[in-house]
């Protein structure tokens, strides 16, 4: 009985994302780190996002490749294995790996993402479709590489998707510099990168018609809910979504549409909003050609070759660790 008293006093471990939100909330004004978007629902609700009419990045970015990808492979090493960070379903890489199989008899891929809901789908997916390319799903964050070490010479990185968008001008460059370092001479790094365009296109692909992207952004609170007994009412925050010209980026808030208090019971802490406040979730920084291979560069990669779309809105880049 006694031993079942104790038992029942155990705190239950506290959820992976507690550390990230608390800090993020605590701060003002309240941000959310753009990661937290990726649980299983959340990775579900991308993968919907990618096929929105306004939401061009996706569909670009597949053109780009679909038409590029003879001479993209036939700029890579011989028998190259290929990792991949922040790969989600992988969709748009089944192009490159299959051109890839043109060339050389199998594939190692070692897709990582936060999400592991999605990284089963990737590999699922690709046993299926590709029997030659053996996959190798790794669970983590961009913070630790070491993993990239261990996959065979010579390696191609693939970081595409504009995911590097969503990290700020010193953490893309820090993150760039630590693939670098895990990388030897002549291992290559292919990086897709959105770019300025018209802020009506811009506008239309962050608050789409469906309104997938404002569930996107809601599911961080739903998360909160499930994982850390949050009590939000998503309903009394509305998603906002406007480019800021001065930044270059697309800016994601979830704005309080009332006074409200919100109790999250893992974190112990009640949260105050007063009405119209925000929390920033995401930015999504757009990039001209140039600013893109000044990246690339500072990085520590000497841009072998950048190819476009006809309407010049998103671009992919080759570099070389120097
Ligand atoms: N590359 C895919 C998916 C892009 S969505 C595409 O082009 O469509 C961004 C992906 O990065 C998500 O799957 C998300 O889970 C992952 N991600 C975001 N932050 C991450 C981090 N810090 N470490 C690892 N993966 C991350
Ligand atoms: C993953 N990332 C590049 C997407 C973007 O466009 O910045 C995430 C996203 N946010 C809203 N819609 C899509």
């Known amino acids: ?12 471990p506290l959820s992976p994302i507690a550390g990230d939100v608390l800090e993020g909330l605590s701060r003002t004004p309240k941000m959310l780190s753009p990661k937290l978007l990726y649980d299983a629902q959340g990775s579900a609700l991308f993968e919907q996002i990618t096929r929105l009419p306004e939401y061009y990045p996706t569909r670009t970015e597949a053109g780009i490749l679909t038409t590029h990808a003879e001479e993209i492979c036939s700029r890579l090493g011989q028998e190259i294995s290929v990792s991949e960070l922040g790969a989600g379903t992988a969709t748009k890489t089944r192009i490159l790996l299959r051109s890839l199989l043109q060339r050389q008899p ?11 809901a999605a990284l089963q789908l990737a590999k699922d997916e690709l046993e299926r479709e590709l029997m030659a390319v053996n996959v190798h799903p790794h669970v983590g964050d961009f913070e630790d590489l070491t993993f990239i070490e ?3 010479p010579p390696r191609l990185v693939l970081y595409i998707g504009s995911s590097i968008g969503n990290l700020e001008h010193r953490e893309a460059i820090s993150l760039l510099q630590n693939i670098a370092r895990h990388l030897s001479s002549g291992d290559q790094l292919l990086l897709g990168v959105d770019l ?7 506008h239309a692909a962050y608050n ?11 599911n961080l609170l739903v998360r909160i809910n499930r994982e850390l007994g ?7 925050f509305s998603h906002v979504s406007f480019w800021n010209e001065t930044a270059s980026r697309m ?14 019971d893992a974190l112990d802490t009640t949260l105050r909003f ?16 140039e600013c893109l291979e000044d990246l690339l560069q500072r990085g520590g990669f000497n841009v072998e070759h950048t190819w476009t779309d006809s309407n010049c809105w998103f671009a992919v880049s080759l570099g070389v660790v120097i």
């Open 208 to 218: 789409d018609s469906a309104g997938i992207t404002a569930s996107f952004n809601k």
């Open 274 to 289: 007063y009405q119209g406040e925000r929390i920033h979730t995401e930015n999504s920084y757009k990039y001209t050609i």
């Open 196 to 202: 300025v365009k018209d802020s009506n296109v811009l």
């Open 150 to 152: 261990h996959h065979p």
């Open 230 to 236: 949050g009590h939000f009412e998503p309903d009394a």
């Open 1 to 12: 009985m006694i031993a079942l008293k104790q038992l029942k006093q155990v705190p239950a």
């Open 251 to 264: 800016e994601l808030h979830l704005e309080s549409t009332c006074r409200q208090s919100v109790r999250v």
């Open 106 to 116: 199998s594939v190692d891929y070692f897709p990582l993402d936060v999400s592991d």
